[in-house]
């Protein structure tokens, strides 16, 4: 099983600023079947990034993704109010398909 | 456009069983898997398994073996996930999720299912 490890646990910064996420993984990830998720408290995870680097669906450019092999990290350029979430990756390359503990990024 | 909706919350006692229903629409849901996370209050997305709808072949986590049944009536686009001999620490929000293409992450997500296991 491939263990997801998210740094930090927790991110304090101000809307306008850049957010880097990590998400590291206990064995290489095949083919960087890699994914991010931003969850607000009540709702479902919604789909940010997949394989690794490919912005889902309407999902603004200020998010971007990057890595390969065990580590990946979520970047969110500049931060907007909306952005104040808890941040997930999962791994979906080898069953079990893994998240990783979360990042919750919270105002400052 | 693409939905899926899980039936309603559930209160059980020890050792009893939950069986929950993801219905889908707006797509052909024989085309990708379901897969069911689950997420208990204030932790984290826990990976239970997936279900290829076309075949009805299936993958468990093993914390989950014996534990965990997933099948579907494609006749009405319905995906289920059953989970037996539930304990107190089965309390969660369950979802069914599906990509919108192949390897491409969960992209559609049901609204959850709370599950409260309780004597």
């Known amino acids: 099983e491939i263990v997801l490890t998210q740094s930090p646990g927790t991110l304090s910064l101000s809307p306008g600023e850049r957010a880097t996420l990590s998400c590291r993984a206990s064995q290489s990830v095949s083919s960087s079947y890699l994914a991010w998720y931003q969850q607000k408290p009540g709702q479902a995870p919604r789909l940010l990034i997949y394989?690794?680097?490919s912005r889902a669906t309407g999902i603004p450019d200020r998010f971007s993704g990057s890595g390969s092999g065990t580590d990946f990290t979520l970047t969110i350029s500049r931060l907007e109010p909306e952005d104040f979430a808890v941040y997930y990756c999962q791994q979906y390359g080898s069953s079990p398909f893994t998240f990783g503990g979360g990042t919750k990024v919270e105002i400052k | 456009q693409v939905q899926l909706v899980q039936s309603g919350a559930e209160v059980k006692k020890p050792g009893a069983s939950v069986k929950v229903s993801c219905k889908a629409s707006?797509?052909?849901?024989?085309?990708?898997?379901i897969n069911w996370v689950r997420q208990a209050t204030g932790q984290g997305l826990e990976w239970m398994g997936w279900?290829?709808?076309?075949?009805?072949?299936?993958g468990y986590a093993q914390k989950f073996q014996g534990r965990v049944t997933m099948t579907r009536n494609t006749s009405i686009s319905t995906a289920y996930m059953e989970l037996s001999s539930l304990r107190s620490e089965d309390t969660a929000v369950y979802y069914c999720a599906t990509p919108d293409d192949i390897l491409t992450g969960y992209a559609y997500w049901g609204q959850g299912t709370l599950v409260t296991v309780s004597s």
């Open positions: 394989g690794a680097s």
């Open positions: 707006g797509y052909t849901f024989t085309s990708y898997d």
């Open positions: 279900m290829n709808p076309n075949s009805g072949n299936t």
